[in-house]
């Protein structure tokens, strides 16, 4: 089944960029999605199709991807974006459903 | 606007079997898949499976095929999904989430029932 890798955690100062990669064989062939979840809440989608955001979500919000690796880059990092992010991919191949094993990101 | 509203948590001992409901509301039910996401305390999302509420096909994680089944009442907009021969293991969040585009993220989630399977 097709594996996606999350560094554990990521640390930044407010005002600062944060960047969180996604790791896969050839996933820029792929469509990656990110969610944030913060403590007791249900994830929320942040980025969708590599790059584009849902309604309401900040432009400080972005990503890419390419070969390997998909990014999600935050920018102006504010202490409000302290909350854990995972990646996401479907994996046609086996009409599955696939989680990266998440990022914290902390604001220091 | 899009809403899904899960039932309340649930205890159950090992060996049982319990089932989540997912209410849905804000668009037409049958028109998005429901998918299901567990997330063990202090641990990552895990994907289930999803289900086709117009049709009724199903496709579930390996991990879990013979044990979950999902269903659905169309008359009253509400997806299902049981888990039997439950173990200390399966503990964990359940959420329901729709998929509403071709490649498949999850838009809109539902806000979680707790299962607590402890003898």
């Known amino acids: 089944s097709y594996v996606l890798t999350q560094p554990p955690s990521v640390s930044v100062a407010p005002g600062q960029t944060a960047r969180i990669t996604c790791g896969g064989n050839?996933?820029?062939?792929?469509?990656v999605h990110w969610y944030q979840q913060k403590p007791g809440q249900a994830p929320v989608l942040v980025v969708y199709?590599?790059?584009d955001r849902p309604s309401g979500i900040p432009e400080r919000f972005s990503g890419s991807n390419s070969g390997n690796t998909a990014t999600l880059t935050i920018s102006r990092v504010e202490a409000g974006d302290e909350a854990d992010y995972y990646c996401?991919?479907?994996?046609?191949?086996?009409?599955?459903?696939?989680f990266g094993g998440g990022t914290k990101l902390t604001v220091l | 606007q899009v809403q899904l509203v899960q039932s309340g948590a649930e205890v159950k001992k090992p060996g049982a079997s319990v089932k989540v409901s997912c209410k849905a509301s804000?668009?037409?039910?049958?028109?998005?898949?429901i998918n299901w996401v567990r997330q063990a305390t202090g641990q990552g999302l895990e994907w289930m499976g999803w289900?086709?509420?117009?049709?009724?096909?199903?496709g579930y994680a390996q991990k879990f095929q013979g044990r979950v089944t999902m269903t659905r009442n169309t008359s009253i907009s509400t997806a299902y999904m049981e888990l039997s021969s439950l173990r200390s293991e399966d503990t964990a969040v359940y959420y329901c989430?729709?998929?509403?585009?071709?490649?498949?993220?999850?838009?809109?989630w539902g806000q979680g029932t707790l299962v607590t399977v402890s003898s």
């Open positions: 989430a729709t998929i509403s585009g071709a490649s498949g993220y999850f838009d809109y």
């Open positions: 199709d590599d790059s």
């Open positions: 804000g668009y037409t039910f049958t028109s998005y898949d």
């Open positions: 050839n996933i820029g062939s792929k469509s």
């Open positions: 996401q991919v479907w994996d046609s191949s086996s009409d599955q459903g696939v």
């Open positions: 289900m086709n509420p117009n049709s009724g096909n199903t």
